[in-house]
């Protein structure tokens, strides 16, 4: 992140450059969405995950980029959902602090820090060549939990320091790569990516215990999403003048 904030004052120093006319240098700040499915190990613990983000980035003349950032995930289908079956009735309930019966609510919580290289080919007739398909690659760190909250009294058992011993806490490294789209307007009112992601991430759960079961996970997780990934760009560039011709 020091290369990135070092890279975005770099860029006003420079001359004054045109989208239009040329492939210039410029610093990128963006806001993203994205929405992704799991598969391997993720899939068997959460469903349909969302992320929402920002990023810095730098991109040269070359059409070479280089980004990173910092996103939340987050889900509401969580299929691990049976932690608390030795602290429950058959219906799912527990016994709060006041005797009567709650219920809980489960969801995914985590951050994603991306940071990947990539490079736009404009390739696009009428574009400018700031503008076109891209693809890139990168590493990233993952960091997921199952989050929980009961929907009446609070129940002491899961409360406090108990809750860690529920909640799953995974994080770990991984691989990423992207291809879509990448538009920048020559006024400069209009800039966004649209794309794909895919990610191979290597985790493993970091409890010391799971308070459920009485046992440590140690077991290798292969945790992988595949989606969409959509950006608002706001390029950081000293803009050209307008050029004025005298007869």
């Known amino acids: 992140m020091i290369f990135i904030s070092f890279c975005i004052l770099r860029g006003g120093l420079y001359g004054q450059e045109s989208l239009r006319d040329s492939s210039i240098r410029m610093a990128i700040l963006q806001v993203s969405y994205g929405g992704a499915l799991t598969s391997r190990d993720m899939a068997a613990r959460f469903g349909f995950t969302s992320s929402i ?21 987050f889900s509401e289908t969580v299929y691990e959902n049976d932690i608390f079956r030795s ?4 219906s799912g ?20 820090i991306p940071l990947s290289i990539g ?8 574009l400018n060549p700031n503008s076109g398909i891209y693809i890139e690659i990168g590493t990233q760190f993952i960091q997921h939990r199952i989050h929980f909250r009961t929907l009446g009294t609070q129940v002491a058992a899961i409360s406090g320091a108990y809750r860690k011993g529920y909640d799953r806490l995974t994080n770990g490294f991984g691989l ?3 291809f879509g789209f990448r538009f920048f307007d ?11 992601e895919l990610s191979q991430n290597f985790t493993q759960n970091r409890r010391t215990i799971n308070l459920d079961t009485g046992l440590a996970d140690k077991r290798k997780r292969k945790d992988y999403l595949s989606g969409i990934h959509a950006s608002w760009i706001f390029p950081i560039y000293k803009r050209a003048p307008n050029k004025v011709y005298f007869n």
């Open 53 to 73: 983000g920002i990023e810095a980035g730098y991109k040269l003349p070359s059409n070479f980029y280089l980004t990173g950032g910092l996103r939340f995930l």
């Open 87 to 90: 602290i429950s009735n058959n």
């Open 93 to 112: 309930l527990l016994l709060a602090d006041d005797g009567t019966l709650s219920d809980l609510r489960f969801q995914q919580r985590g951050v994603l």
């Open 119 to 126: 490079k736009i080919f404009p390739i696009i007739p009428n």
């Open 176 to 178: 990423r790569e992207g």
């Open 186 to 196: 020559n006024r400069g009112y209009v800039n966004f990516s649209i794309g794909f």
